[in-house]
Nanobody
Framework: QVQLQESGGGLVQAGGSLNLSCYASLLRFDDYTVAWFRQAPEKEREGVAAITWSGQTTRYSHSVKDRFTISRDNSKNTVYLQMNSLKPEDTAMYFC?????????????????????WGQGTQVTVSS
């Protein structure tokens, strides 16, 4: 059974940092595109960052660009999301998801690409 497990969320003050991890129990992890999404109460799910199987290509939403960094270590079946300069509006449940296909540069963040596996999420709360 494939599982994605997020960790690293928590409560942090504005301006602080958190590093989220997503471990995937996928047999061929390096065949998968991985992305981070977030969803705040009463808001739609938002694509935050994505990374191709090799790690050579990454994409970010405008709201987190230059503050967040996505990376992966295929030897550990893990993708990371380093979040710096956090703002109260970054408060949300953060999910990682894996797609058994290349990264769709146009639609990965807006629901146009199918992500086959999802984690349960980790809560990030940023206080002002």
């Amino acid at each position: 059974q494939v599982q994605l497990q997020e960790s690293g969320g928590g409560l942090v003050q504005a301006g602080g940092s958190l590093n989220l991890s997503c471990y995937a129990s996928l047999l061929r992890f390096d065949d998968y595109t991985v992305a981070w999404f977030r969803q705040a109460p009463e808001k739609e799910r938002e694509g935050v960052a994505a990374i191709t199987w090799s790690g050579q290509t990454t994409r970010y939403s405008h709201s987190v660009k230059d503050r967040f960094t996505i990376s992966r270590d295929n030897s550990k079946n893990t993708v990371y999301l380093q979040m710096n300069s956090l703002k109260p509006e970054d408060t949300a449940m953060y999910f990682c998801a894996a797609a058994a296909s290349g990264l769709d540069l146009q639609s990965w963040a807006t629901g146009g690409q199918t992500f086959h596996y999802w984690g349960q999420g980790t809560q990030v709360t940023v206080s002002s």
